[in-house]
């Protein structure tokens, strides 16, 4: 993956017009969450269509269950051997040690979010990251009719996800690694690290497995692909 520079977002490493230190979608995602946005990681460039796509929808999508499991193996390969090599970078991003790791809630799927129910996740994210707590249901959609989610591209919503009054003690000062599959926008992601932050959290980081292109309808993304991709950056496996 690239590293924030030149043409390159400081906070999601997308690809960023010459001489701006962010992005089209973190500028307008920004200002409209009216709220700092945490640093990104991601895992590998995405572009769309293209076999890491078909992973990270298929985990959670595909009406096969032999190829769910297929494919949530995968999903946990990816994080766990990200998580092992880029540990320090995370804690120096956070500003110290990670407390808690969560995935991101869906905004629109009912239940545990997506990445909750892959097994196995949890405890290498706790192995590989001493002194951190798998606590995914911290986080989940808020309700009621005043706190619709309307979390859609370059739309967040501050108010989409919410803490569970019962376990928020648990984010007083903490520092908070976010996980999830998919970054477009980054609207989901930033809104719910925008609801851990007003929920006490000290620091919030995400790692976040597929960076979306579209190099089929932007010349722009099209390039920074070219640029930046190397050998087996899309690869399922």
Known sequence: MPRPGPGVCQICC??????????????????????????????????????LYRVL????????????HRFAAIVRTLFREFLLTRADDLV???GGPLDVALPVPSSRRPGPAPLARVDGIGPDTERVL????????????????????????LRPDAAAFCVDPARAGALAGARV???????????????AAAALHAAGARATVIVVLGRVLRPDRSDRQAAFLRRHAVRGSDRAG
């Not at 307008?28 to 269509?49: D, H, I, K, T, W």
């Open 92 to 94: 120096q991003a956070a």
């Open 130 to 153: 001493p002194g951190v707590r798998w606590a995914p249901v911290l986080l989940g959609r808020s309700s009621g009719a005043e706190h619709c989610p309307r979390v859609a591209h």
């Open 57 to 68: 929808l298929g985990y959670k999508e595909s009406p096969v269950a032999e190829a769910r």
């Open 177 to 191: 690694l976010l996980l999830d599959d998919t970054y477009v926008s980054g609207a989901r992601a930033q809104s």
């Open 14 to 51: 997308g690809p960023a017009r010459a001489g701006d230190p962010v992005c089209y979608a973190c500028g307008v995602v920004g200002r409209r969450l009216a709220s700092p946005l945490v640093p990104v990681f991601p895992v590998r460039l995405c572009p769309l269509p293209g076999p």
